[in-house]
């Protein structure tokens, strides 16, 4: 055992003041239908939860993440056995990985591959053990070296083919371990000035790349939904990736949009000057809602701080969108956050999943209120009434012309003034139902 002192974290509801009790997230809980454990599908991020111990441009780790491990090999073994461990405990069902997370990088391709192949089997068993499965696997393009101008968009066709190389075995993995997702976040994808760069053939190139794992994953049975996670900015000045709408335009461009959807960040949505339901709202209105990485950035900083969400608002916001998206399918909710530097302990660690994990619940349980009592529904159908009858009705159903529209105004004289469109109004009913959610329960 890694963590004796913590053992398996109850629900003890709103009442409790136990700091390792979960008060909101009560995985049976029926809500529309389904349990709270199937509507969240919460995972836990390997990277940042058993690899990066807060080191930071200033500083070194503040956490030791070894697991007691001394070589390489034990303390990724180990790692695998506390990272179960602590799932167990806070019953996570699922977890995602890059391939650098779970295995000692090697000198040669070879060597990190054989590595892979002592822990997958490590993993497995593991996964028998507890039941907990794998969301979604990725590989990692982005620290080594060899992809400092990106993988590949690189300039040098060996950083191509190495992550080609490593996408392939990760892909194996992924369909090894029973993953329904395969994510390509485009690490250093991206530019930092044109006067080096060949914009148009790079994305060719990263279009190619994605296109060949498609081919390779679907060849070895892959039947899970590919992801792409948009990011606007950081590491590259302009990352290809920006948001959800450009991820669009380039897999509609290649042809890669019927096997890819979005996996939205929260904190890449307000880094790319949207919120985090804007994000989400536009892949489900255009058929693209995947996957989830859950954190919160803060609006005063510029940069990606992978924060644990306790933002109610915006889990509120973000439930709503996945519930009006008719809930996950491959994808899940992923907390793709990481503990504050100074949080350094694994009691921390544990209270950071513990605060997600409840405010996501909470949000749930608002949302589905929300979509219940159609309190936001009917206004938005009020709203756009006109269009059922008359000249609207005709523009709805596509039935018009320039010139017919230029006749019945010219009639009219003038057009009908608009209805309000009652922001502040709609805003505090968000509020009312917030408050409202908490006093029930
Ligand atoms: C980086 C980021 C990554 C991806 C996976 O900002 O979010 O952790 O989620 O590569
Ligand atoms: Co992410």
């Known amino acids: 055992m890694f963590f004796e002192k913590i053992s398996a974290i109850p629900f003890e509801g709103p009442g409790s003041n136990n700091p390792l009790a979960f008060q909101y997230y009560d995985p049976k809980k029926i809500v529309l239908g389904k349990s709270m454990k199937d509507h969240l599908k919460f995972a836990a991020?390997?990277?940042?939860?058993?690899?990066?111990g807060g080191s930071d441009m200033f500083g070194v780790e503040t956490l030791d993440k070894s697991f007691g491990g001394k070589e390489p090999i034990e303390i990724y073994i180990n790692k695998v056995r506390a990272a179960f461990e602590f799932m167990e405990k806070l019953g996570i069902p699922y977890f995602c990985f890059h391939d650098a997370d779970?295995?000692?990088?090697?000198?040669?391709?070879?060597?990190?591959?054989?590595?892979?192949?002592?822990?997958?089997?490590?993993?497995?068993s593991e996964m028998r053990r507890?039941?907990?499965?794998?969301?979604?696997g990725t590989a990692n393009l982005f620290s080594h070296p060899r992809y400092m101008c990106g993988a590949g968009t690189s300039p040098n066709p060996d950083a191509f083919a190495?992550?080609?190389a490593q996408i392939k075995k990760a892909l194996e993995i992924t369909v090894r371990l029973g993953g329904s997702g395969y994510v390509f976040w485009g690490g250093r994808e991206g530019y930092d000035t044109l006067l080096n760069t060949d914009m148009g053939f790079e994305l060719d190139n990263m279009a190619y790349l994605m296109r060949l794992a498609v081919d390779y994953g679907r060849g070895i049975g892959f039947e899970g939904d590919f992801y792409i996670e948009p990011k606007p900015k950081e590491p590259t000045k302009h990352q290809y990736d920006f948001d959800v709408s450009t991820v669009l335009a380039f897999l509609r461009k290649y042809g890669l949009d019927q096997d890819f959807k979005m996996n939205v960040e929260a904190n890449h949505a307000t880094l790319a000057g949207h919120t985090f339901q804007h994000e989400l709202a536009t892949a489900r209105v255009n058929g693209a809602f995947g996957s989830i990485d859950a954190n919160q950035g803060d609006m005063l900083l510029g940069w990606d701080t992978d924060q644990f969400p306790t933002n109610l608002y915006d889990t509120t916001m973000c439930m709503y969108e996945v519930l009006k998206a008719g809930g996950f399918k491959t994808g899940g909710l992923n907390f793709d956050a990481k503990a504050r530097r100074a949080s350094n302990t694994f009691e921390d660690l544990f209270a950071c999943y513990i605060a997600g994990m409840?405010?996501?619940?909470?949000?749930l349980l608002v949302a589905a209120k929300l979509i219940e009592d159609r309190a936001l529904d009917s206004f938005i159908e009020n709203r756009y009434s006109g269009y059922q009858s008359g000249i609207g009705q005709k523009i709805a159903g596509?039935?018009?012309?320039?010139?017919?529209?230029?006749g019945y105004i010219l009639e009219k004289g003038a057009a009908q003034p608009t209805q309000s469109g009652a922001q502040e109004k709609l805003e505090s009913v968000i509020n009312h139902?917030?408050?409202?959610?908490?006093a029930s329960l």
Do not use: M, N
């Open 358 to 363: 409840d405010a996501f619940a909470f949000g």
């Open 433 to 438: 139902y917030i408050v409202k959610v908490a």
């Open 162 to 164: 190495y992550a080609a």
């Open 398 to 406: 596509r039935e018009t012309s320039l010139a017919e529209l230029s």
């Open 102 to 124: 779970i295995a000692p990088q090697g000198e040669t391709l070879a060597e990190t591959q054989a590595a892979l192949d002592k822990i997958v089997p490590v993993i497995e």
């Open 130 to 136: 507890t039941g907990i499965r794998c969301l979604w």
């Open 45 to 52: 991020s390997y990277w940042h939860t058993f690899c990066a």
